[in-house]
C-alpha cells in the first residue's frame, strides 16, 4: 500500500490528479476483488495494472466535471 501511494506520489497524481483517499479506496476496492490474493498490503502485477486503470477513470471523471461546469458557466454569461 504504501508503494502504491508514493508511486503516485512520485508521478504527483496524488494530491493533484486525486486524493490520497481516493487512491488507497482504490487500492483496497482492487485488493479485496474476486481475483484477489492472499496478500492485503501488496499487489500483484495485475493488481497493480487495475489500480493505475480506476485511477485513470477517475481523473478522466474528474476532469471532464470540471469541463462540464466550465461549459456550462461560460453558456449561462
Request: glycine residues 2%; aromatic residues 10%; hydrophobic residues 45%.
Given at each position: 500500500?504504501?508503494?502504491?501511494?508514493?508511486?503516485l506520489?512520485?508521478f504527483e497524481?496524488?494530491?493533484?490528479?486525486?486524493s490520497?483517499?481516493?487512491?488507497?479506496?482504490?487500492?483496497r476496492?482492487?485488493n479485496?476483488?474476486?481475483?484477489?490474493d492472499?496478500?492485503?498490503?501488496?499487489?500483484?502485477?495485475?493488481e497493480?495494472?487495475?489500480?493505475?486503470a480506476?485511477?485513470?477513470l477517475?481523473?478522466?471523471?474528474?476532469?471532464?466535471?470540471?469541463?462540464?461546469?466550465?461549459?456550462?458557466?461560460?453558456?449561462?454569461?
Amino acid at each position: 500500500m504504501d508503494e502504491f501511494t508514493k508511486f503516485l506520489l512520485n508521478f504527483e497524481v496524488v494530491p493533484h490528479c486525486v486524493s490520497k483517499r481516493d487512491a488507497l479506496d482504490i487500492f483496497r476496492a482492487v485488493n479485496e476483488g474476486d481475483d484477489a490474493d492472499e496478500f492485503q498490503d501488496e499487489l500483484n502485477f495485475p493488481e497493480f495494472i487495475e489500480c493505475l486503470a480506476r485511477v485513470s477513470l477517475l481523473v478522466a471523471e474528474k476532469v471532464h466535471d470540471k469541463l462540464t461546469e466550465t461549459a456550462a458557466t461560460i453558456s449561462e454569461v
